[in-house]
C-alpha cells in the first residue's frame, strides 16, 4: 500500500511541479526576449483533451460492466 502511495503521490508532485514550472516561464509578467524564447514543457491543450478521452473511455467502459 505504502509503495502505491509513493506512486501516485510521485505523480502528483511531478505534475504540480511541471505545471508551476510552465506557469513562470510563460508568466505574462515576464517580458523581453526569455518571454519569447522560453517554451512550456508540457502542451496543456492537448493534456486536457487527452484526460477528457480517457474520463470518456473509463465511464463508458464503467456502463458497459455496470449494465451487466
Known amino acids: 500500500m ?3 502511495f509513493g506512486m501516485i503521490l510521485g505523480a ?4 504540480c511541479g511541471v505545471y508551476i514550472y510552465d506557469s513562470v516561464q ?10 519569447t524564447t522560453n517554451r512550456t514543457l508540457v ?8 484526460l477528457k478521452a480517457l474520463k470518456n473511455r473509463v465511464h463508458e467502459e464503467w456502463v458497459k ?4
Open 12 to 15: 502528483l508532485l511531478l505534475v
Open 65 to 68: 460492466i455496470a449494465s451487466k
Open 2 to 4: 505504502r509503495t502505491f
Open 43 to 50: 502542451n496543456w491543450d492537448v493534456a486536457a483533451a487527452d
Open 26 to 35: 510563460t508568466s505574462s509578467v515576464a517580458s523581453g526576449q526569455a518571454a
